[in-house]
T-cell receptor, first 112, second 115 residues
Framework: GNSVTQMEGPVTLSEEAFLTINCTYT??????LFWYVQYPGEGLQLLLK?????DKGSNKGFEATYRKETTSFHLEKGSVQVSDSAVYFC???????????FGQGTELSVKP | NAGVTQTPKFRVLKTGQSMTLLCAQD?????MYWYRQDPGMGLRLIHY???????AKGEVPDGYNVSRLKKQNFLLGLESAAPSQTSVYFC??????????????FGPGTRLTVT
């Protein structure tokens, strides 16, 4: 079946460090891929998305590229800030009902 | 434009009690979803609706019922709460237009504790 696997957290970085959060997926067909972010005490917000192979999603300095050959959608940011501290969820969407399948989430903590 | 709102924000129930969580959206979205979030498990889909008067089961539907009597509202019911239903519940909605699904917009969540 369809599934998403993320690297385990928590991830702790110093401000201005480089961030990578790994995400791999298993799916039939060609799903769309997403990264959502959840700040403390809030709901999820869409961070970026990619709808087909080799697409790059980007937003707020974050990037992720849809790699069909490695079934991956790793999240990267060149220089993290304290305000990036949150939980990040990778997700895939397949066509039936537009439903999302989420990874387990990766908590990021950025220290000044 | 409030987006997606959820009522209540917090609730404590005793085992066997019932309750209803309300989700409302003011974006005229066709699709609505209920998820639960548990530590280390991400979000899992409980039920969803593709339009007024329709509902369908998601990944973890047991112990929950839903209703969508109005397009803007999606209710999640627990008939007889169990400690295993202690979780944070999120509602989401999305548009479906010309064969394409739009992004899902999430509410702020309801933290439910069953003792």
């Amino acid at each position: 079946g369809n599934s998403v696997t993320q690297m385990e957290g928590p991830v702790t970085l110093s401000e201005e460090a480089f961030l990578t959060i790994n995400c791999t997926y298993t799916a039939t067909g060609y799903p769309s891929l997403f990264w959502y972010v959840q700040y403390p005490g809030e709901g999820l917000q869409l961070l970026l998305k990619a709808t087909k192979a080799d697409d790059k999603g980007s937003n707020k300095g974050f990037e992720a590229t849809y790699r069909k050959e490695t079934t991956s959608f790793h999240l990267e940011k060149g220089s993290v800030q304290v305000s990036d501290s949150a939980v990040y969820f990778c997700a895939l969407r397949y066509n039936q009902g537009g439903k999302l399948i989420f990874g387990q989430g990766t908590e990021l903590s950025v220290k000044p | 434009n409030a987006g997606v709102t959820q009522t209540p924000k917090f609730r404590v129930l005793k085992t066997g009690q019932s309750m209803t969580l309300l989700c409302a959206q003011d974006m005229n979205h066709e699709y609505m979803y209920w998820y639960r979030q548990d530590p280390g498990m991400g979000l899992r889909l409980i039920h969803y609706s593709v339009g007024e008067g329709t509902t369908a089961k998601g990944e973890v539907p047991d112990g929950y019922n839903v209703s969508r009597l109005k397009k803007q509202n999606f209710l999640l019911g627990l008939e007889s709460a169990a400690p295993s239903q202690t979780s944070v519940y999120f509602c989401a909605s999305s548009r479906f237009d010309r064969g394409l699904y739009d992004e899902q917009y999430f509410g702020p969540g309801t933290r439910l504790t069953v003792t």
